[in-house]
Structure formats: structure tokens, C-alpha cells
């Protein structure tokens, strides 16, 4: 079975940075879509940035300039680094695989099947 894992959230001040990491048991992530999602209580998930396994990115409008998607193919993990955050940035953030798709990697969560636990992060004024 396939497990996603996150890791690296926590509580920082705002203006300050944080950096998720996001593991697995079975996939070779460079092979395929990976994409950071986040949800806030009471709004809906929403994408955060992609990464395509050519190594392009694609990032929400709101996070632009300040976060980084990012892989390392050698320890086959997924990095968002998340810089200058704002108190909006508070959310859980979740790392997921779209197994099916290496290349125009889709901003709709049904498309991405394999989903790790999530990640906190806490962002104070």
C-alpha cells in the first residue's frame, strides 16, 4: 500500500519561513505530478503549487514570490519552502501524487490519488 507522509510544519511568526517535506514508501516521485494543497478551517482545499516531473512549476497567486515547490530525486522527496508568511497562510498543508499524469499537472484535487496525513502549519501575528 502507498504511504505519503509530511513533515516540517509548526507555529512561526509572520514574516518568517517554514519547510515541508513529503516522503514515500512506493513511488518514485520524480516520475510523476506532485502537488502541496492546504486547507484552512471553514474554506475549501485549494492547490498551492505544482511541480511536473519535467520540473515545471506552477504556483497559486496568493503564494507567489514567496513559496518554492521543489523535489529531491536523490532522496526521493517533495519541499515546499514557504517564505515571508502571512497569518492567511495557516492551514493544514498536505502533499499529494497524481500517479496517472508527469506533465500538465491539474489544479483539481480528484485528480491527485495518493495523499499524505498533512502537515500544521501555524502562522502568528
Known amino acids: 500500500q502507498v504511504a505519503v507522509e509530511e513533515s516540517g510544519g509548526g507555529s512561526v511568526q509572520a514574516g518568517g519561513s517554514l519547510r515541508l517535506s513529503c516522503t514515500t514508501n512506493k513511488l518514485t516521485l520524480s516520475n510523476f505530478c506532485l502537488a502541496w494543497f492546504r486547507q484552512a478551517p471553514q474554506k475549501e482545499r485549494e492547490v498551492v503549487a505544482r511541480?511536473?516531473?519535467?520540473?515545471?512549476?506552477t504556483y497559486a497567486d496568493s503564494v507567489k514570490d514567496r513559496f518554492t515547490i521543489s523535489r529531491d530525486n536523490s532522496k526521493n522527496i517533495l519541499i515546499l519552502e514557504m517564505n515571508s508568511l502571512k497569518v492567511d497562510d495557516a492551514a493544514m498543508y498536505y502533499c499529494a501524487v497524481d500517479p496517472d499524469r508527469s506533465a500538465q499537472c491539474g489544479y483539481w484535487d480528484g485528480w491527485y490519488k495518493f495523499w499524505g496525513q498533512g502537515t500544521q502549519v501555524t502562522v502568528f501575528s
Open positions: 511541480l511536473s516531473s519535467e520540473g515545471t512549476e
